[in-house]
């Protein structure tokens, strides 16, 4: 009787040496690949922004002619944040265009929080008149085939906000005609088309809210150096 | 083509006899998220074939380091940090290519067929083989995202080779071939009931071939 718990014990013992190595090698792989991923995410870290950036920047010509301003758009943006009319308090940036000493344009990233399958980001360019550029989504997860028609890329769809401002347009326009607005929808995707005019509209009424001093403001986003090639 | 006995049965294994996605049924889900065309089929097939090599090789290369009972997690936390790497690696220095392949990357993690093959391969065998198999299983998986992926283009939208230039450059705008045109796409081809019952007429097809 006396003997079991003696057996038992060291049976425990024994278990508790695997398991302990066995813990021991767990976590040294862990630590290593770990230490592996977080060693490549310091190298390349840096590298993955500027290339952000340049796609941006690659995106921005599509919608203001690269020699319709002159400064180094790159360095000259600001942070701003607005949980209201910027869809979310994500900080977006805000690029300003400037020909000469005169104020040209602005583009603003910014986030429609309401389409059909989660988050649009978009960019949105107008110029200092109040004057819709264009716009560009940069990332969505619409239904393809139906609400992915928002990209330029597939249709002519994004057309419909040039040369828009508020001050030519009221306030009732910004929706699909469904709605009573003026935009187009796409057929079988109106969920997405609202989103995205909605969103627009906000980003005009942010901008036009500050834009003197959108354009006034020292930049203050993390200049990256950019070799332009 | 000096082959052996082994390496030959291993690519024949892979790329038809034991092929991932339709013998073993593995790694359906990101094949049935994204075949909805043949470059996005192939798109995917590059970024597994890559992973399922370097993983075969890495487990193989440690193999009799790994005490048996923890070797899951093990080759879950290697594969895991296989893929992010890669992924940041993309990230950095293909930024198009990642761009493009950026959305499958992650969906990697969710194929069991690259742990599959750490465990049913590469952790008993030599490092050479294990890279042969993670190469053949990869293309094998490749070609069947493809030949869905382009069967599924056709219906659908009545193209083959659509976005070709994402992939490819832009040269291989050229590529895209329009058999129809249409406003509307077939949507019942581009969306997941399309690849369920695309990947199910393909085993059957392959099970009528070669009956078991």
């Known amino acids: 009787m006396t003997e079991q ?54 995106q921005l010509s599509e919608l203001v002619p690269t020699n319709s301003y002159t400064n180094d758009v790159y360095q000259d943006c600001l942070i701003v944040q ?8 994500q900080e977006q940036k805000l690029y300003r265009m400037r020909n000469q000493q005169e104020n040209h344009a602005l583009m603003l990233t910014t986030v429609a929080p309401d389409g059909y399958s989660g988050k649009i980001t978009l960019s949105v360019a107008v110029e200092s008149s109040g004057k819709l550029l264009g716009i560009n989504i940069l990332s969505h997860n ?26 030519n347009t009221d306030e009732t326009e910004w929706t699909v005609k469904k709605d009573g607005g003026q935009f187009d929808a796409l057929t079988g995707a109106t969920i997405t088309p609202r989103a995205v005019i909605k969103s627009v509209f906000k980003s005009l009424q942010f901008l036009q809210s500050n834009q003197q001093q959108f354009f006034e403001l020292p930049s203050d986003c993390y200049p990256i150096e950019v070799d332009k090639k | ?38 470059i996005n089929g192939l798109g995917l097939g590059i970024a597994t074939t890559f992973v399922l090599a370097g993983s075969n090789v890495t487990v193989s290369i440690i193999r ?35 761009l493009v392949l950026g959305i499958f990357i992650p969906l ?61 450059g832009e040269w291989a705008k050229e590529l895209t071939v329009h058999f129809y045109l249409t406003e509307q796409k077939f949507l019942f081809a581009i969306l997941p009931p399309g ?11 392959k099970n009528w071939l070669h009956p078991k």
């Open chain 2, 1 to 38: 083509m000096n082959l052996s006995v082994e390496h030959r049965t291993i690519i024949k294994g892979g790329l038809w006899d034991n092929n991932t996605a339709l013998v073993q049924l593995l790694g359906l889900c990101p094949l049935l998220a994204v075949t909805g065309t043949l």
């Open chain 2, 195 to 205: 690849a369920f019952i695309g990947l199910g007429l393909l085993i059957a097809f």
């Open chain 1, 5 to 58: 718990p003696i057996q038992q014990s060291k049976k425990t013992r024994l278990l508790m040496n695997v398991m302990s190595e066995n813990g021991l090698i767990l976590g040294l792989f862990a630590l290593v690949s770990t230490g592996l991923t977080a060693v490549t995410y310091v190298l390349t870290k840096d590298k993955i922004a500027q290339e952000i950036e340049r796609s941006l920047i690659r």
């Open chain 1, 142 to 167: 619409e239904t393809p085939g139906l609400g992915d028609k928002i990209e330029r890329t597939k249709s002519n769809w994004v057309h419909q906000f040039n040369n828009l401002s508020l001050s």
């Open chain 1, 82 to 89: 607005d949980k209201n009319l910027l869809g979310s308090a």
């Open chain 2, 64 to 98: 009799h380091h790994i005490p048996k009972e923890i070797r899951i997690p093990i080759f879950v936390m290697l594969i895991a940090s296989f893929v992010t790497n890669v992924q940041l690696i993309m990230n950095a220095y293909t930024y198009e290519l990642y």
């Open chain 2, 108 to 168: 990697i993690v969710t194929n069991c067929a690259i742990i599959g093959r750490a465990e049913a391969f590469a952790s008993k065998n030599r490092i050479l083989p294990s890279f042969i198999d993670g190469l053949a299983q990869g293309l094998g998986f490749t070609a069947v995202l493809m030949v869905l992926g382009g069967v599924r283009e056709l219906i659908g939208q009545g193209t083959i080779l659509d976005g070709a230039h994402l992939l490819l």
